[in-house]
């Protein structure tokens, strides 16, 4: 007589685990759906992009809670199962990241998994002395200064290819100047100043042995690190860039025939930093291991950073007699084959620059 009672027992735990099941079923299956929705879901970050700063170590768990404090998503368990079913996306680069516009969870996760994280960027300006450039460096937004070692080992650190010089390595061992290529270097939150100032360096090493290889002949020049010299000083006399060439073929001929240089740009170098943009009678006078219209030959080193372009001048001057050269108040400048000549161009120039 109790059979049918055991039987209905049977039949209702069946029923139960049955109906346990089916509402698992449903209840994971309303899951993957509203996951499926998550993977969809545009998060939109406004007009205003958000910095997220995506720390060393970190892991696709702290990452997950960071975001959902910062507001970013609001289901980070959904997050983490993205990037379980997706191990790939978990792989995470530190660095600052900048949310913008609008993007989905995956999309979210590969930038970070990508590394492609916010780039700051410093400008080296041709003609620019490398006192100039260490002051600019100081000030770059996210990078990491100069340590006081550093900034007494940096032709050291730079990597600097003394053999560049062939004779005139203590000069090229105690200044960097001319050594950093102009040109705008991309950095990230956190890299240090001697990384940028070292990618620099190597630039200009490169550039400059390229167009050594390919400079003309019979070239008042005997190494790379001279026409660098001139180059420098190129640079710092003229900003049209039709004059350069020119510019070099007279320094060129004055370095045959053994004559001073006489320009002024290298006298305003060696009165340092503290010159006050007045150069003088006297200032011409005081010899300086940089004043020119006391020395014969190149200054020690480079007054200031070169331009491919002014070391592409250096190494290929133009042909002609000119020894002379005046600023002719237009931003250019008047040629001279003559002692007279010139001097009666100076003569012009003051005059113009009197009226004015």
Sequence with gaps: MKLPLLNNLHYSKRALVGGFVLVGFLLSYWYWLDYRDFLKTTINFGKEPIIFQVEKGVGINKLAMQLTENGVIE?????????????????????????QGSMTPR????????????????????????????ANLDKAPKLVPLSENESQQLVKLLGVNVDLAKGNTSNITNSIEGWLLPET??????????SVLRRASQAMQQVLQKHWQLRAEDLPLKTPYEALILASIIEKETGIASERAEIAGVFARRLRKNMRLQTDPTVIYGIGPDFNGDITRKDLKTPTPYNTYVIKGLPPTPIAMPSEKAIIAALNPSDGKSLYFVADGTGGHYFSETLAEHQKAVIRMLKRNRQR
């Excluded at 289901?75 to 949310?99: F, H």
């Excluded at 700051?120 to 450039?133: D, K, L, M, P």
Aim: hydrophobic share 40%; aromatic share 16%; no cysteine.
């Design 75 to 99: 289901k980070p368990n959904y997050l983490k199962l993205l990037a379980y079913l997706q191990p790939e996306l978990s792989k995470l680069r530190a660095g600052e990241y900048q949310l």
């Design 107 to 134: 999309e979210m996760l590969l930038l970070f998994n990508q590394g492609k994280v916010i780039q700051y960027s410093f400008t080296i300006i041709e003609g620019q002395t490398y006192w100039e450039v260490l």
């Design 185 to 194: 270097y991309s950095y990230s939150k956190g890299e240090s100043a001697i």
